[in-house]
């Protein structure tokens, strides 16, 4: 397989230096080792690795602190993860592929399973690049598809924008969403509905020159904040 440049986020020192020759010997980088959390966000972000294999377990994080460390990186920095475990961690029933890894790998481990685990890692988080836009095309089509079929037992312009952005919400999982409309009166983007925002002012108007919603307005593109 190609050789890899690769984050070890291990605490004990013992079997991090073990893996380490075992990784040199078969031809890939260790760029950096983690003990903490916060290590392995600031290495993952800084040196941009090909893969991490990340410790959980008795010589690691708890299960679902290293597990759920897996799914941040996933959400924030994207890379193939590698979770290693001891024998005998209770681990999720959806082994391999844990909760935000690609692959998984009880200790100790033999060169065979390290080059597959971190073959089928980086193919993994492969194919995950390539499904990712076209699951989120096809969220939005049904989004679309959704409202408008909503929209046309809607009453009046209030209820239809209630129904946009409660089905916008549901359908794409954003935790806040708002619909704002042009007054062309006074150039004003006014709020006129939003979910996750329980303080939200009634008619919140934004002059214009103000605020990120008036992008769209001035290149009549679509844009994500």
Known sequence: MEK?????AMPAA?????????LEFLG????GEARANEEVFHLVREQRPDALLLAV????????DGLNLAQ??????PLPIVVISNHGTQMPRENPGINGSDSSLVLPIDDGELTWALASAVARFRERQVLHPLRLKAQREAALFRISA??????????ICERIVQGLRETLDYSFLGLLL???NTGERVLRASVGWPDAPDNWRIPPGKGLSERPLLDGQLHYT
């Open 28 to 31: 890939h980088t260790v760029i």
């Open 57 to 64: 377990g008795e010589n690691g994080a708890h299960p679902p």
């Open 150 to 159: 909503e929209l046309a037992s809607a009453l009046d312009e209030d209820e």
């Open 14 to 22: 013992k079997e991090t230096l073990a893996l380490r020759r075992q």
């Open 182 to 184: 042009l007054d062309e």
């Open 4 to 8: 890899l440049r690769i984050v070890i």
């Open 72 to 77: 941040e990186l996933e959400r924030e920095h």
